[in-house]
């Protein structure tokens, strides 16, 4: 099956810093979500982005769907963007998405 | 407009028994999906119901099953409870299964 990988694992940055959070697949897909996953569990929606790029305020993300990757941006990070951020690719014809492990975001005051 | 709704938020249940979960989609939806997140692990896929119908299954065992209402609404239903069935209980919903998926808060289930 598809492989989603997320990169890196764990950063820990200070409020203020920006970071790029990647998201590599294995296989062509034809759509991809970015999450953040709060402290409480809640699943927030940020981007659906099968290609191009996107903007929303200080989050942006770009899918190169030819090179099997997309990239999380966040600027001037805010200790609410603290969380687990990840990806999901569609996979048994759309049936279900397959997550990435996640990237743990930890921004310090 | 209401976003998809869990229920209960929080659930602790004995060794052995039963659970029934339940989720209602954002309306107009009609595709539910059913999501299990062990503590430090991403989403993994149970179940989808479309119009009624199961589209997909995950790597569950049969102690797991899921039914799809009239109004789309849906329940996940475990059976004989494990200790590692611990887990956050998600549901999303979309409008047909194959574009932006929207996910509720979530059950947390202990089993102890």
């Known amino acids: 099956g598809i492989q989603v990988e997320q990169s890196p694992p764990d950063l820990i940055l200070q409020e203020g810093a920006n970071s790029t959070l990647r998201c590599n697949f294995s296989d062509s897909v034809n759509n991809l979500q970015w999450f953040h996953q709060n402290p409480w569990g809640q699943l927030i929606n940020l981007f659906y982005i099968p290609s191009g790029t996107k903007q929303n305020g200080r989050l942006s993300a770009t899918t190169v769907a030819t090179e099997r990757y997309s990239l999380l941006y966040i600027s001037s990070s805010q200790t609410t963007d603290s969380g687990v951020y990840f990806c999901a690719v569609p996979y048994s014809s759309a049936s279900k998405i397959i997550f990435g492990s996640g990237t743990r975001l930890s921004i310090r005051p | 407009d209401a976003g998809v709704t869990q229920s209960p938020t929080h659930l602790i249940k004995t060794r052995g028994q039963q659970v029934t979960l339940r989720c209602s989609p954002i309306?107009?939806?009609?595709?539910v999906s059913w999501y299990q997140q062990v503590l430090g692990q991403g989403p993994q896929f149970i179940f989808q119901y479309y119009e009624k119908e199961e589209r997909g299954r995950g790597n569950f065992p049969d102690r797991f099953s899921a039914r799809q209402f009239p109004n789309y609404s849906s329940e996940l239903n475990v059976n004989a409870l494990l200790l590692g069935d611990s887990a956050l209980y998600l549901c999303?919903?979309?409008?047909?299964?194959?574009?932006?998926?929207?996910f509720g808060s979530g059950t947390r289930l202990t089993v102890v």
């Open positions: 309306s107009g939806h009609k595709s």
């Open positions: 999303a919903s979309s409008i047909q299964g194959e574009t932006g998926y929207t």
